[in-house]
């Protein structure tokens, strides 16, 4: 069974966004992985491409320091072991061809790592600018595992009744609802690893107007449910449930799963606001005005 991440798991302490440790190389590895778990690889080829270069200008400057000390080393003995001539000669233009690789500026030497680090950083760049459009194919991704989740059958009590995992999966599996286990374990994994790529991308900094939710919405909720509400009050319930059963037991209540932005929860309250006209068929605020008092002359 896939080891979840729990991406329902209660708020923790606030963290450094991890695209500000060092070059950005950890995170977008990170991000690269989390995106093919969800079914999305090579996505970020662009920025790894970037990566590999960058590593390998690294190499390229650390093979040519090594090379640099060999050299000079050769010179050195040389220098000790030669007989009079130009032995000093040679050693001198040894250490000036060296020089650009070895000592305390090598100006060579920074010269390429310089541009290795700009080759990190441009694929940290790249993904910045990538990452509406990987946010959009995630959510695609989740629409799809929540709507494979809610496709499955119900499942007998004995197994909601369950306290762990293994418990949930022998008893499913004991009542002939194996196949439909496994496809809630797979898609819980999708769902897992579409939230885990979409942490990453939230925390780039380019979508702060993007998660601007309803007042009294909590960030994470608002990204997980379009109807938070319910979500931020019985979110305690459904987390003592088997890691399995969370995202059903969402979809089941009408939370409304899935992975969202601002513009979605906008359009969803758009979408369930009461209309006018139903309001006057069920004769709320249509009732009859009260009479004005007549002020007397």
Same mark, same amino acid.
Request: charged share 20%.
């Given at each position: 069974m896939a080891d979840y991440i729990d991406a329902m798991a209660g708020p923790g302490v606030p963290q450094v966004s991890r695209w500000d440790r060092g070059d950005g190389a950890t995170a977008i590895a990170a991000l690269d992985q989390a995106m093919? $778990?969800? +079914?999305? %690889? &090579?996505?970020? /080829? %662009?920025? *790894?491409?970037?990566?590999?270069? +960058?590593?390998?200008?690294? /190499?390229?400057a650390r093979e040519e320091k090594r090379a640099a000390a060999d050299r000079l080393e050769q010179a050195t003995r040389a220098l000790l072991t030669a007989g009079p001539g130009g032995a000093a000669a040679a050693y001198g233009q040894v250490l000036v061809e060296v020089g650009p690789w070895l000592g305390d500026q090598p100006a060579a030497m920074a010269g390429v790592m310089n541009a290795g680090h700009r080759a990190q950083a441009n694929a940290t760049q790249t993904t910045f600018a990538m990452a509406h459009g990987l946010y959009r194919e995630l959510g695609q991704v989740c629409a799809e595992a929540v709507a494979e989740v809610a496709a499955v059958p119900a499942l007998p009590r004995e197994v909601w009744l369950s306290t762990t995992g293994g418990q949930a999966a022998e008893a499913a599996i004991?009542?002939?609802?194996?196949?439909?286990?496994?496809?809630? !374990? $797979?898609?819980?994994?999708?769902? &897992?690893? !579409?939230? @885990? @790529?979409?942490?990453?991308?939230? /925390? *780039?900094? !380019?979508?702060?107007? &993007?998660?601007?939710? %309803?007042?009294? =919405? %909590? *960030?994470? /909720? +608002? =990204?997980q449910f379009l109807n938070w509400e319910p979500a931020v009050e019985q979110l305690p319930q459904v987390r003592r449930l088997p890691a399995t059963l969370r995202l059903r037991a969402c979809v089941d209540r009408g939370w409304q799963p899935g992975l969202w932005l601002k513009a979605d929860h906008d359009a969803y309250r758009a979408a369930t606001a009461p209309r006018p006209g139903l309001l006057a068929r069920l004769g709320v605020g249509s009732g009859p005005k009260a009479e004005q008092p007549v002020e007397v002359g």
């Amino acid at each position: 069974m896939a080891d979840y991440i729990d991406a329902m798991a209660g708020p923790g302490v606030p963290q450094v966004s991890r695209w500000d440790r060092g070059d950005g190389a950890t995170a977008i590895a990170a991000l690269d992985q989390a995106m093919a $778990k969800a +079914g999305l %690889p &090579d996505r970020l /080829e %662009p920025a *790894t491409r970037l990566l590999a270069q +960058g590593e390998q200008l690294f /190499e390229q400057a650390r093979e040519e320091k090594r090379a640099a000390a060999d050299r000079l080393e050769q010179a050195t003995r040389a220098l000790l072991t030669a007989g009079p001539g130009g032995a000093a000669a040679a050693y001198g233009q040894v250490l000036v061809e060296v020089g650009p690789w070895l000592g305390d500026q090598p100006a060579a030497m920074a010269g390429v790592m310089n541009a290795g680090h700009r080759a990190q950083a441009n694929a940290t760049q790249t993904t910045f600018a990538m990452a509406h459009g990987l946010y959009r194919e995630l959510g695609q991704v989740c629409a799809e595992a929540v709507a494979e989740v809610a496709a499955v059958p119900a499942l007998p009590r004995e197994v909601w009744l369950s306290t762990t995992g293994g418990q949930a999966a022998e008893a499913a599996i004991r009542a002939g609802h194996e196949l439909a286990w496994s496809r809630l !374990v $797979k898609a819980n994994a999708r769902w &897992d690893a !579409v939230h @885990a @790529a979409a942490a990453l991308l939230r /925390e *780039t900094g !380019v979508f702060q107007a &993007d998660l601007l939710f %309803p007042a009294g =919405c %909590p *960030t994470m /909720e +608002g =990204c997980q449910f379009l109807n938070w509400e319910p979500a931020v009050e019985q979110l305690p319930q459904v987390r003592r449930l088997p890691a399995t059963l969370r995202l059903r037991a969402c979809v089941d209540r009408g939370w409304q799963p899935g992975l969202w932005l601002k513009a979605d929860h906008d359009a969803y309250r758009a979408a369930t606001a009461p209309r006018p006209g139903l309001l006057a068929r069920l004769g709320v605020g249509s009732g009859p005005k009260a009479e004005q008092p007549v002020e007397v002359g």
